[in-house]
């Protein structure tokens, strides 16, 4: 019997070839196996019985790191054209060969970098070992693969490796199949690998991590070249050291990741479970956020007035040596490892990006020669539900793709979010996120994104024809993709965010969705600044259906940081100009002169949009509570205004249940002046020419979030508990929108609602509306794997671009 095996999936770098031969030496199989790039192909000889038990371990046995998503069988004839003749053994030294990969178009999975196995970690403090404390250490099994790729399929000479011939010993392994580290392309050792030093100073190799280790203990920092790019490293527990580290990267709240050296030191830290310690000591080794415990041994400075750790375990070689090696210094078992970049630029990944920004804020750089091809910065994720609820989708994942149906046709690049940007290459019917790339406002970062989408067409050998953006005529990201020689096509950023959502759940064409896309800040097909909407969705076009109360949003860039600026220009349209400023001036926002300034710039329309910016809502509530007044970084006065409320419920020990009764949710009649703007949103010009069909509904309905502020301010006003408030905030939202979820089914008679958007970060918010949307027999689409966030957008973006491609727009 003859068959040709093909195998789709994440197949390369991943020992699948080495595992096929072992599988086939076991099972008596003669033939060969070989990379095609979109594919392994294996062309497999033998009885019918030793082929049939060949193939089923190909499929119940693969490498620990492969996903395989489709295998194929197909009889072949000795001989035949077109097809490769099967050596016989006495045409070769085995029955069985690896041979030369090959080119071929077709859908290309490629492996993200995988973190050390634990084999590996144990031969690095092996003294016995040849590669005992070397930094590069990895096998079939784990190692660099995105980072270090230069094209497809996989091999030794398309990486940044094969710029380090293979000694001797490491060739020995990498060609015989008995081995851990046969097929492994990044091998190495001690004697040929790559080196790490210091840039600046003469230590290299052991010198070089001892010095950097001294400098660490001593309340140091230092930058270290990992897999994807440079870390800023301090000791977590020196509070002086952490503190001038924030004063360094000009970075006053937003809490710092850190590294811990084992599992031990999680559970002494923080409080874990079973399910996520699984994955934060799995192959993947992402961030992952966690309660502090009381008594920990960390710094307040780490993550100030945060009751969670952004907490990650050593995943590369020198990292490991960081905590642990062979000299007398002693490490804290807690470090914070926190990208290194200035404020607004990408990751570092070489010496000259170091050397030119990092050089101010770290005392040493420890580097290393192996290039870095592809930036990856970490993977943040929460958990709901006992499931992963991803923060920032990056090493480890990416370029992992969304599969949706066959019915996507084509090659689409979508640039992403200017905010927290991750791009996406669609190719068919797979959907390829970027590694998170960072805010576009930089141009820098702008620079990266140019690179990183070349790199990522090459590796998945991809020629778009369309590129996908947001509408916003003033994003970075809209510049970059219309200087890119392709048509462009505009995705309204709410509508992508509910189509991520959609694909993410590899959603059914057919269907619609009620869709919740609650966020900061995303320009409207009107003109005006949306982020609380409420849309009726497909693939193919959305309607804006409702939305939150629209504000003005007085003082531009600036008023997105100063949520006081919001809660000023609400609390002006509840009471009125005259009568707000007493309330104003007791509740502690601003100076009555200043509020006085705010409102002739509103009436003059001096840097001042129409928003109903759901994320400014929450900016503004903050403020009116005492809670936070302005943000150092974004999301600050949000999850703050988060924090409080979960600090109330936690003591009063309730358990977030669903609503009590939905009596002030309602659609809103009595505001002459909401029923202007809807008038003037319904006569706006939509954009119909390379633009996704929008449509605005014509009476919007909308969650009446002005008489929630209003009771909340008189309530804090009264002298009530701002946490309880904050709490009431959170689930009064939640039921105003599964209100408005009720009265669009009863017009429509859609069952499924979709939630995202940034806000929908909020455990807590999204809790309340899960559980409430389910209560009420709704269909829940929610986000798993990719960020709800703008770092999420591109794969809607890239969907709707799919679309216009089959519809020849």
Same mark, same amino acid.
């Not at 380090?164 to 851990?180: D, G």
């Not at 509070?239 to 001038?244: G, I, K, Q």
């Not at 914070?336 to 607004?344: C, D, K, L």
């Not at 939305?547 to 008023?559: L, M």
């Given at each position: 019997?003859?068959?040709?095996?093909?195998?789709?999936?994440?197949?390369?770098?991943?020992?699948?070839?080495?595992?096929?031969?072992?599988?086939?030496?076991?099972?008596?199989?003669?033939?060969?196996?070989?990379?095609?790039?979109?594919?392994?192909?294996?062309?497999?000889?033998?009885?019918?019985?030793?082929?049939?038990?060949?193939?089923?371990?190909?499929?119940?046995?693969?490498?620990?790191?492969?996903?395989?998503?489709?295998?194929?069988?197909?009889?072949?004839?000795?001989?035949?054209?077109?097809?490769?003749?099967?050596?016989?053994?006495?045409?070769?030294?085995?029955?069985?060969?690896?041979?030369?990969?090959?080119?071929?178009?077709?859908?290309?999975?490629?492996?993200?970098?995988?973190?050390?196995?634990?084999?590996?970690?144990?031969?690095?403090?092996?003294?016995?070992?040849?590669?005992?404390?070397?930094?590069?250490?990895?096998?079939?099994?784990?190692?660099?693969?995105?980072?270090?790729?230069?094209?497809?399929?996989?091999?030794?000479?398309?990486?940044?490796?094969?710029?380090?011939?293979?000694?001797?010993?490491?060739?020995?392994?990498?060609?015989?199949?008995?081995?851990?580290?046969?097929?492994?392309?990044?091998?190495?050792?001690?004697?040929?690998?790559?080196?790490?030093?210091?840039?600046?100073?003469?230590?290299?190799?052991?010198?070089?991590?001892?010095?950097?280790?001294?400098?660490?203990?001593?309340?140091?920092?230092?930058?270290?070249?990992?897999?994807?790019?440079?870390?800023?490293?301090?000791?977590?527990?020196?509070?002086?050291?952490?503190?001038?580290?924030?004063?360094?990267?000009?970075?006053?709240?937003?809490?710092?990741?850190?590294?811990?050296?084992?599992?031990?030191?999680?559970?002494?830290?923080?409080?874990?479970?079973?399910?996520?310690?699984?994955?934060?000591?799995?192959?993947?080794?992402?961030?992952?956020?966690?309660?502090?415990?009381?008594?920990?041994?960390?710094?307040?400075?780490?993550?100030?007035?945060?009751?969670?750790?952004?907490?990650?375990?050593?995943?590369?070689?020198?990292?490991?040596?960081?905590?642990?090696?062979?000299?007398?210094?002693?490490?804290?078992?807690?470090?914070?490892?926190?990208?290194?970049?200035?404020?607004?630029?990408?990751?570092?990944?070489?010496?000259?990006?170091?050397?030119?920004?990092?050089?101010?804020?770290?005392?040493?750089?420890?580097?290393?020669?192996?290039?870095?091809?592809?930036?990856?910065?970490?993977?943040?994720?929460?958990?709901?539900?006992?499931?992963?609820?991803?923060?920032?989708?990056?090493?480890?994942?990416?370029?992992?793709?969304?599969?949706?149906?066959?019915?996507?046709?084509?090659?689409?690049?979508?640039?992403?979010?200017?905010?927290?940007?991750?791009?996406?290459?669609?190719?068919?019917?797979?959907?390829?996120?970027?590694?998170?790339?960072?805010?576009?406002?930089?141009?820098?970062?702008?620079?990266?994104?140019?690179?990183?989408?070349?790199?990522?067409?090459?590796?998945?050998?991809?020629?778009?024809?369309?590129?996908?953006?947001?509408?916003?005529?003033?994003?970075?990201?809209?510049?970059?993709?219309?200087?890119?020689?392709?048509?462009?096509?505009?995705?309204?950023?709410?509508?992508?965010?509910? /189509?991520?959502?959609? &694909? !993410?759940?590899?959603?059914?064409?057919? @269907? %619609?969705? *009620?869709?919740? #896309?609650? $966020?900061?800040?995303?320009?409207?097909?009107?003109?005006?600044?949306?982020?609380?909407?409420?849309?009726?969705?497909?693939?193919?076009?959305?309607?804006?259906?409702?939305?939150?109360?629209?504000?003005?949003?007085?003082?531009?860039?600036?008023?997105?940081?100063?949520?006081?600026?919001?809660?000023?220009?609400?609390?002006?349209?509840?009471?009125?100009?005259?009568?707000?400023?007493?309330?104003?001036?007791?509740?502690?926002?601003?100076?009555?002169?200043?509020?006085?300034?705010?409102?002739?710039?509103?009436?003059?329309?001096?840097?001042?949009?129409?928003?109903?910016?759901?994320?400014?809502?929450?900016?503004?509530?903050?403020?009116?509570?005492?809670?936070?007044?302005?943000?150092?970084?974004?999301?600050?006065?949000?999850?703050? /205004?988060?924090?409080? &409320? !979960?600090?109330?419920?936690?003591?009063? @020990? %309730?358990? *977030?249940?669903? #609503?009590? $009764?939905?009596?002030?949710?309602?659609?809103?009649?009595?505001?002459?002046?909401?029923?202007?703007?809807?008038?003037?949103?319904?006569?706006?010009?939509?954009?119909?020419?390379?633009?996704?069909?929008?449509?605005?509904?014509?009476?919007?309905?909308?969650?009446?979030?002005?008489?929630?502020?209003?009771?909340?301010?008189?309530?804090?006003?009264?002298?009530?508990?701002?946490?309880?408030?904050?709490?009431?905030?959170?689930?009064?939202?939640?039921?105003?929108?599964?209100?408005?979820?009720?009265?669009?089914?009863?017009?429509?008679?859609?069952?499924?609602?979709?939630?995202?958007?940034?806000?929908?970060?909020?455990?807590?918010?999204?809790?309340?509306?899960?559980?409430?949307?389910?209560?009420?027999?709704?269909?829940?689409?929610?986000?798993?794997?990719?960020?709800?966030?703008?770092?999420?957008?591109?794969?809607?973006?890239?969907?709707?671009?799919?679309?216009?491609?089959?519809?020849?727009?």
């Amino acid at each position: 019997m003859r068959v040709c095996i093909r195998v789709f999936g994440i197949v390369q770098g991943v020992g699948f070839r080495p595992t096929v031969k072992r599988h086939a030496d076991a099972c008596d199989i003669a033939g060969s196996v070989s990379n095609k790039g979109p594919y392994v192909e294996i062309f497999a000889e033998g009885s019918e019985e030793c082929v049939n038990s060949f193939i089923k371990q190909i499929q119940e046995e693969p490498p620990k790191r492969a996903v395989i998503l489709k295998l194929d069988v197909e009889n072949v004839e000795s001989g035949e054209d077109g097809i490769h003749k099967v050596e016989s053994e006495t045409d070769s030294k085995e029955k069985f060969q690896i041979i030369e990969s090959e080119k071929e178009e077709g859908e290309i999975f490629v492996s993200p970098d995988i973190a050390i196995c634990p084999e590996c970690k144990k031969e690095l403090y092996d003294k016995n070992d040849r590669r005992y404390l070397h930094p590069f250490i990895n096998c079939t099994c784990c190692g660099p693969r995105l980072t270090i790729l230069d094209s497809m399929p996989y091999d030794r000479v398309r990486t940044s490796m094969g710029e380090f011939p293979m000694c001797e010993k490491c060739e020995y392994e990498y060609t015989h199949a008995e081995t851990r580290r046969f097929d492994a392309q990044p091998v190495c050792c001690n004697d040929c690998g790559p080196e790490v030093y210091l840039l600046g100073r003469k230590e290299r190799g052991a010198n070089a991590i001892r010095y950097t280790r001294k400098v660490i203990s001593e309340g140091g920092i230092v930058a270290v070249k990992g897999i994807g790019g440079f870390h800023l490293c301090c000791d977590a527990a020196k509070e002086e050291t952490v503190a001038r580290l924030r004063q360094r990267k000009k970075r006053p709240m937003k809490p710092f990741a850190v590294m811990m050296k084992d599992l031990d030191v999680v559970r002494r830290e923080c409080e874990t479970e079973p399910h996520l310690e699984e994955i934060l000591d799995g192959h993947q080794k992402p961030i992952i956020l966690l309660p502090k415990k009381e008594g920990g041994t960390l710094c307040e400075s780490v993550a100030p007035d945060n009751p969670k750790i952004g907490v990650m375990l050593p995943y590369a070689p020198v990292q490991l040596l960081l905590f642990d090696y062979q000299d007398e210094t002693k490490v804290s078992d807690c470090l914070v490892m926190t990208s290194a970049n200035t404020s607004g630029a990408p990751i570092c990944r070489d010496d000259e990006d170091a050397l030119n920004e990092l050089s101010g804020l770290c005392d040493v750089i420890l580097s290393h020669d192996r290039k870095i091809r592809l930036r990856a910065d970490d993977t943040v994720m929460d958990f709901y539900r006992g499931e992963p609820y991803m923060i920032r989708r990056s090493r480890g994942y990416a370029p992992l793709p969304f599969m949706m149906g066959n019915e996507f046709k084509g090659q689409v690049l979508a640039v992403g979010g200017e905010l927290k940007n991750a791009f996406c290459i669609g190719k068919n019917q797979l959907f390829y996120p970027s590694p998170y790339i960072g805010d576009m406002g930089d141009v820098r970062t702008v620079k990266a994104l140019k690179e990183s989408v070349k790199r990522m067409e090459e590796l998945l050998e991809t020629k778009p024809q369309i590129v996908a953006c947001d509408m916003h005529p003033s994003y970075n990201t809209r510049a970059a993709a219309e200087e890119m020689g392709l048509p462009v096509f505009l995705v309204q950023h709410h509508y992508a965010h509910i /189509l991520s959502c959609m &694909a !993410e759940n590899e959603w059914t064409t057919e @269907k %619609k969705v *009620i869709g919740v #896309s609650f $966020d900061g800040t995303g320009y409207g097909t009107d003109g005006t600044i949306w982020g609380g909407e409420i849309l009726l969705a497909d693939y193919d076009s959305f309607t804006r259906w409702g939305c939150i109360e629209p504000f003005a949003q007085t003082g531009g860039d600036v008023s997105a940081k100063e949520g006081w600026r919001i809660a000023v220009s609400l609390l002006g349209k509840i009471y009125g100009k005259e009568n707000a400023l007493q309330i104003i001036e007791t509740l502690g926002l601003c100076e009555p002169k200043l509020a006085k300034l705010q409102f002739t710039m509103e009436e003059r329309g001096i840097n001042t949009v129409q928003s109903t910016s759901a994320g400014r809502l929450f900016d503004a509530v903050s403020a009116i509570l005492d809670i936070r007044k302005s943000s150092t970084f974004e999301g600050e006065a949000s999850t703050s /205004l988060q924090f409080a &409320a !979960e600090k109330w419920l936690d003591a009063q @020990k %309730k358990k *977030i249940a669903g #609503s009590e $009764d939905f009596a002030e949710s309602g659609i809103i009649t009595d505001y002459e002046e909401l029923k202007s703007i809807s008038d003037v949103a319904q006569k706006s010009v939509v954009e119909k020419n390379n633009s996704i069909n929008q449509n605005i509904k014509a009476d919007l309905y909308y969650l009446p979030t002005l008489s929630l502020v209003k009771e909340l301010a008189e309530r804090k006003l009264a002298g009530e508990n701002s946490n309880q408030l904050a709490l009431h905030f959170h689930r009064r939202l939640a039921e105003m929108i599964v209100s408005a979820c009720e009265k669009a089914r009863e017009e429509t008679g859609i069952n499924t609602v979709a939630l995202s958007g940034g806000v929908y970060q909020n455990k807590l918010l999204l809790d309340y509306s899960v559980t409430m949307l389910e209560e009420r027999g709704f269909h829940v689409l929610r986000h798993h794997l990719l960020p709800p966030n703008d770092g999420g957008i591109s794969l809607g973006q890239a969907v709707a671009a799919m679309r216009s491609l089959q519809k020849g727009e």
